[in-house]
């Protein structure tokens, strides 16, 4: 008849334990899904059924008890010990752990069958190899402790330090012949071990999900970092954009003069011109007609221009659509038009025969245009035969926007992953233009790429997703 804390006892509380407590937790570290957490409660489940039938021998074939009961114990432990090698990303070959479970079981099974090993000896295997995998255990338990500085994971360092002295003193008494393998209900050191193991099944559950509340705050402080560090890089690029449009905006305002006071004096000539024909004796109708139709023309022109400018100061959005690059280039090119004479520098526009349609926000792609043509005025500023070259080549799925020049040519150390990266060469403004372009290409699902010209020269090259010519 059994005791209240005789070893079998103890030993079927702490397997149901050792099965019931990786279950729970796993239910608690189920989502997200990870490897590791699924591998911890399939040891404890393991190790616990492990102990189930050590804990029923006498009652159950001894092949059941000695050559499965251990080994299984054995295994889960190596497999709680094996999660916490993934949490380190070293885990064990899984083959390893296969095999030496298979050999350890095959031996114990040949002890109790074939060479009827006496009780003192598969005692003293058992302790021996229950230690050393628990060794093994607490190893990586400090190792994570260390790299995490985890006190949780030390604890369970800890805990399995107290259980590796109870069977290393289980293995002592087994050694001196005073305790042996068949011993459930009489030796008190066996009786202590498995109290200790029940304690252990506890506190190891315990110390594993303060582990993993753990890990669960500092991932949550290192998103909330990134968001954070995300949130600036953000504002900082508006902040860069409004810089560069301001900046721009000053550029255009010492040729927008210029652009709108053309057309106004040549429509007021036409408007003179007009006045003297009508207090002619006999006006000509279609002189007259003609005259109108330029005035007309360039009082068309003016309204343009201020429209396009309009749409310049107002507040960046982003409304995509359908937008025709030929028509979108005719129209950087009017913008342009004074800025380029004003530097000197000859354009060379490709006339596009026929639309090429992208689907984008129409003034994002033309501040691309612009900041690409811009980056190019500037290369070019102390050539002694400035030449820019604008083309536009298209194919089935993409098109692609090129601006060659012949000036130095681009610094090796810039490219375009380096815009789209370092924080430093935004601080510093080098290539702030070029950034813009990334940052638009990389919202409308292109890309942006820095080469060298045939012109001699730098190439941007800016490909945009082709839309269906035909309207949707």
């Not at 095999?99 to 598969?122: D, E, F, K, N």
């Not at 279609?286 to 022109?301: A, K, P």
């Amino acid at each position: 008849m059994m005791t209240a804390l005789d070893n079998r006892t103890l030993l079927l509380i702490a397997g149901s334990l050792y099965v019931l407590l990786p279950l729970s937790a796993w239910l608690v570290l189920r989502w997200p899904r990870q490897a590791a957490p699924m591998v911890w409660a399939a040891g404890g489940v393991v190790g616990g059924v492990g102990l189930l039938l050590i804990g029923l021998r006498g009652q159950i074939p001894d092949l059941l008890s000695y050559a499965l009961g251990h080994p299984l114990l054995a295994l889960g432990a190596a497999l709680v010990a094996q999660s916490l090698r993934m949490d380190m990303e070293r885990p064990w070959p899984w083959s390893w752990l296969a095999g030496l479970t298979l050999l350890y079981a095959a031996c114990l099974a040949m002890s109790v069958t074939w060479w009827q090993a006496s009780p003192m000896w598969l005692g003293v295997l058992t302790r021996a190899v229950n230690l050393s995998v628990v060794v093994l255990l607490i190893s990586s338990a400090w190792r994570v402790g260390q790299r995490e500085r985890s006190r949780n994971a030390k604890t369970l360092a800890g805990v399995y330090v107290v259980q590796a002295l109870g069977i290393g003193a289980n293995l002592l008494t087994a050694l001196q012949g005073s305790d042996d393998i068949q011993t459930l209900a009489a030796h008190p050191v066996s009786v202590s071990v498995s109290l200790l193991t029940l304690l252990v099944a506890l506190t190891a559950s315990m110390a594993y999900l303060g582990l993993a509340l753990e890990r669960s705050v500092r991932d949550q402080l290192a998103l909330a970092r990134s968001q954070t560090r995300l949130q600036q890089w953000q504002s900082r690029r508006d902040a860069l954009v409004a810089f560069d449009r301001e900046r721009l905006m000053a550029m255009l305002a010492d040729s927008l003069g210029h652009t709108i006071t053309q057309p106004l004096t040549a429509a007021l000539v036409h408007l003179q011109m007009a006045q003297r024909q009508l207090r002619a004796a006999e006006p000509d109708a279609t002189w007259l007609r003609q005259n109108l139709d330029l005035m007309t023309g360039q009082l068309n022109r003016t309204s343009a221009t201020v429209e396009q400018v309009r749409r310049w100061v107002r507040p960046p959005g982003s409304e995509h659509s359908r937008v025709d690059i030929a028509q979108l280039m005719q129209e950087v090119e009017q913008l342009m038009y004074q800025e380029a004479i004003n530097r000197r520098v000859p354009i060379d526009w490709q006339a596009l025969p026929e639309p090429l349609w992208v689907v984008g926000d129409r003034l994002q792609l033309a501040q691309a245009l612009v900041q690409m043509l811009r980056n190019a005025l500037q290369a070019t500023a102390g050539s002694a035969a400035p030449l820019i070259r604008i083309g536009v080549s298209a194919g089935p799925d993409q098109i692609e926007w090129q601006v060659e020049d012949n000036g130095p040519g681009l610094p090796g150390a810039l490219s375009a992953e380096r815009l789209n990266s370092d924080a430093n060469t935004m601080a510093s403004l080098e290539g702030i233009g070029l950034f813009v372009v990334q940052s638009i290409a990389r919202g409308h699902g292109g890309s942006l790429q820095l080469g060298r010209s045939g012109l001699g020269g730098a190439c941007v090259t800016l490909r945009l997703p082709r839309a269906a010519d035909s309207a949707v």
